[in-house]
């Protein structure tokens, strides 16, 4: 099943935009835009990026915010990992005839 | 819609069955050269547009806001794939572009602020994104199984 292999296997979506559609979508990106510029262009925005020490971001860093700070969310996340892998066996498994 | 339940049939069968009513629907000859055109005028539209972006950012001090307008620009382009495209497999790329563009928009904010914790969440919003992914191709392959087709507006079964 990979996708777009085998010539026979591609699959065109047939919905062509329409110039409602086109319209709306520039109006809202539009909204967009100017919802978000006076904020994006605001002094603390704008201004250099402040200097950080050498390790900001480094591994070392992060691992020990990990550890430290968010160490029950980090557990929570791997007891989340385990019943997705455990919920994914279920729904992927071939049912017996 | 069909409701009747029925054994999983092999998956050839039904995947040859799908494309050959695609292949009905619309004559094949005009299937193919569509395609190429297609995804180099893409390919073209996006080198173009980094290469305005790069001459307009030359020599320029990076700012967090610049890294906002890219994460604005990648939400953009994911929401605006959910809201047109119809595969399911597409629209979990699009619902992935927007996650990643919250991230970016984390960690550039954790830059401009010096905190170390935006790329915490950054990890965790990645970890949380996996398990949603894995669990939504699991159902989509399950569908596709059942059903023959992973177009969403296919599936109005719990629709009211």
């Not at chain 1, 109006?27 to 402040?50: D, F, M, R, Y």
């Amino acid at each position: 099943m990979l996708l777009g292999v085998d010539r026979s296997e591609v699959v065109i979506e047939r919905t062509p935009l329409q110039a409602r559609q086109l319209v709306l979508g520039a109006i809202s990106a539009l909204i967009l835009i100017g919802a978000a510029a006076p904020v994006l262009a605001s002094k603390t925005l704008t201004t250099k990026l402040p200097s950080v020490p050498r390790t900001f971001g480094s591994a070392q860093t992060i691992g020990g915010v990990l550890f430290q700070t968010y160490l029950l969310p980090f557990e929570l996340t791997g007891l989340l990992l385990l019943v997705a892998t455990v919920g994914i066996l279920m729904l992927a498994k071939r049912k017996p005839r | 819609m069909t409701t009747e339940k029925h054994d999983n049939p092999p998956l050839e069968g039904h995947v040859h069955a799908w494309n050959e009513s695609i292949i009905e629907a619309e004559a094949p000859a005009a299937v193919a050269p569509r395609h190429i055109p297609r995804a180099l005028a893409a390919g073209a539209g996006v080198l173009l547009l980094a290469v305005i972006v790069g001459i307009v950012l030359h020599g320029r001090q990076a700012t967090v806001a610049m890294y906002v307008w890219l994460s604005l620009l990648m939400f953009a382009v994911g929401a605006f794939g959910v809201l047109i495209r119809r595969n399911a497999l597409v629209l979990f790329m699009c619902i992935e572009l927007m996650l990643n563009a919250a991230n970016i928009a984390f960690v550039a904010f954790a830059r401009g602020s010096g905190n170390v914790e935006g790329h915490a969440i950054v990890l965790f919003v990645m970890i949380v994104a996996a398990a949603e992914v894995a669990v939504g191709l699991a159902i989509i392959v399950s569908i596709f199984r059942r059903r023959g087709s992973a177009n969403v507006d296919d599936l109005t079964t719990l629709k009211w």
